[in-house]
T-cell receptor, first 116, second 109 residues
């Protein structure tokens, strides 16, 4: 099956710093990537949808200036959490899909962010 | 609004059978997914139903009734490693996944 990687797997940072998370599709071209956030004991919350070469579409309540998403190529999307604060501590998961099968999303392993 | 309902937590015994229900109300329907998620890990795909009926895959089966907005995931011959959260998700008319809160399944020896 298709493989999606995320880097880093976990990160600890100080409040006020920025953190970049990479999401890569390793063996397929991902025209669309999704970024999710999951707080403990809660379900996945979609933050934004990004299509290669265009601006990301953010869900209501998600600050686009705080969560910068770049989908520069068909195999890479990045999420940058700017000026991170403790309330941004969460599990961030990306998923990817191709242009020819809208029904299947392939998930990355997730990134655990802890902001001190 | 869009809504996915599933029980918060269930407990079952090793070797037994458990059924996890999911009801949904969404804007359009392009299929229903079940995912398994172990603590601290990303979800892994279990099943996909787009037509009514039962899909069987080894110890796991998933059922869909579109007219009732209802699905269930059936797990047979439960093993301790099946202890996890099970997420029901529906793909809406915009091909976005709408997620349930997940059902935490606890398997006891």
């Amino acid at each position: 099956g298709a493989v999606v990687s995320q880097h880093p797997s976990w990160v600890i940072c100080k409040s006020g710093t920025s953190v970049k998370i990479e999401c890569r599709s390793l063996d397929f071209q991902a025209t669309t990537m999704f970024w999710y956030r999951q707080f403990p004991k809660q379900s996945l919350m979609l933050m934004a949808t990004s299509n290669e070469g265009s601006k990301a579409t953010y869900e209501q309540g998600v600050e686009k200036d705080k969560f910068l998403i770049n989908h520069a190529s068909l195999t890479l999307s990045t999420l940058t959490v700017t000026s991170a604060h403790p309330e941004d501590s969460s599990f961030y998961i990306c998923s990817a899909r191709t242009s020819f099968d809208y029904n299947e999303q392939f998930f990355g392993p997730g990134t655990r962010l802890t902001v001190l | 609004g869009q809504n996915i309902d599933q029980p918060t937590e269930m407990t079952a015994t090793e070797g037994a059978i458990v059924q996890i229900n999911c009801t949904y109300q969404t804007s359009g329907f392009n299929g229903l997914f079940w995912y398994q998620q172990h603590a601290g890990e990303a979800p892994t795909f279990l099943s996909y139903n787009v037509l009514d009926g039962l899909e069987e895959k080894g110890r796991f089966s998933s059922f869909l009734s579109r007219s009732k907005g209802y699905s269930y995931l059936l797990l047979k011959e439960l093993q301790m490693k099946d202890s996890a959260s099970y997420l029901c998700a529906v793909m809406d008319s915009n091909y976005q996944l709408i997620w349930g809160a997940g059902t935490k399944l606890i398997i006891k020896p």
